[in-house]
């Protein structure tokens, strides 16, 4: 079972339908967006008392709650709005561009200020929302998520569609929400690809290229000209032009892998120096952090990969099949058994979706 489905089953999202706690799920979220504008605004309605014998009626107790009642009449409503235009006229197209909203300043869409006397607009494929310092963005998409725009940014839409999303941010810092389907929506940069796999994240890019992609739910696959990060919640990833994305960690590892990680993945090193740096990553690894030592066999020489396999192996054994050789050697049978270990989803998601946004 895959950690997301471990999560789900033990009441992720499960609160949310019935009192509005814990985390939703982006499926309800969807329908939520959709429908919020058949909701009730006043009171709550009075219904007769219901004799005992019939309170389960139509397959619902009288005692639901609020806001099960308010989803299911707002179902309600736009069954029978598609009733009343069935045979007479097609149901309009979703519109397929971002809806805009501004949140401070004067966001740019394309040449035109959004401003108080325009507070909400399209941005449409080819279009750029450009932020300044005082300025911020809300951009939604009902089947895709939602994007916070900061200060400072500089967004391009790429390609869009209800079937597949593409943007480009060339500076600055977003926060997304996504809902769509894994591998539906993705994001360039000036030295990586952001690619959603039912997530939240939060992806920055300064004036000289070089990026940082922190998750906070779900899982983000970052991918240069082959060079692959996957990266789950509560991990980071920095990516560099010329080099792509580096190797992905925690946040909460200890500070001297961190440091000696960033040294590893970007610094102009010597090879005794990368050995050093490569040292004390391992030593200073924990169970969590065979995230990063799986993402180093492939960063590694064969001479140091074996260092690496030996303390992976002791954090997470290989699993049946997997042999020292076939490690060693980069076999990608292997190495994706191996990190379907690691409880962070199945790599096979990964590999369906790539398809979809590579072109291959």
């Known amino acids: 079972m895959s950690a997301g489905n471990k999560a789900r089953e033990g009441g992720m999202g499960n609160d949310y339908l019935w009192d509005g706690s814990g985390e939703p799920d982006p499926e309800i979220l969807r329908l939520e967006t959709l429908l919020r504008k058949y909701r009730h605004s006043g009171g709550t309605p009075k219904f007769p008392v219901v004799a005992q014998g019939r309170r389960w009626a139509f397959g619902l107790r009288v005692g639901w709650t609020p806001r099960l009642a308010a989803v299911a009449a707002a179902l309600v409503v736009v069954a029978a709005v598609g009733v009343s235009v069935r045979g007479r006229r097609a149901i309009p197209a979703v519109l397929t561009g971002w809806n805009v909203t501004r949140v401070a300043g004067t966001p740019r869409v394309g040449t035109r200020a959004m401003g108080p006397s325009q507070e909400s607009g399209q941005l449409a494929e080819g279009q750029t929302l450009e932020t300044d310092e005082g300025s911020q963005a809300h951009l939604t998409a009902l089947e895709t998520g939602e994007i916070e725009v900061d200060s400072g ?3 391009r839409v790429e390609r869009t569609g209800t079937d597949f999303r593409r943007l480009v941010l060339e500076r600055g810092t977003i926060h997304a929400w996504i809902w769509a389907a ?3 929506f993705v994001v360039d940069t000036p030295s990586a690809l952001a690619v959603d796999l039912g997530c ?4 920055h890019v300064d004036d000289s290229g070089a990026g940082l992609l922190r998750t906070s739910r779900g899982w983000v696959g970052f991918q240069s000209n082959g060079h692959e990060s ?7 990833c920095a990516t560099r032009p ?3 994305p580096g190797t992905p960690y925690f946040e909460n590892a200890p500070e001297a892998l961190r440091a000696a990680l960033a040294r590893y993945d970007f610094a102009d090193s010597t090879a005794e120096e990368r050995a050093s740096d490569l040292s004390i990553v391992l030593a200073e690894s924990h169970k969590t952090d065979a995230l990063t030592l799986w993402h180093l066999l492939a960063r590694t020489d064969e001479s140091q990969r074996a260092r690496v396999f030996d303390r992976l192996g002791a954090l997470v054994p290989p699993p049946g ?6 490690i060693l050697r980069l076999d990608r049978g292997m190495l994706e058994r191996w990190w379907n270990e690691l409880g962070f989803d199945d790599i096979a998601v990964w590999r369906h ?8």
Request: no cysteine; proline share 6%; hydrophobic share 35%.
């Open 242 to 244: 010329h080099i792509g």
């Open 353 to 360: 979706w790539e398809r979809e946004w590579s072109g291959k």
């Open 153 to 155: 940014t500089r967004l």
């Open 321 to 326: 099949g997997v042999t020292r050789e076939g």
């Open 200 to 203: 939240a994240y939060t992806l």
């Open 182 to 184: 894994p591998g539906k």
């Open 230 to 236: 996957f990266i789950p919640a509560g991990a980071a």
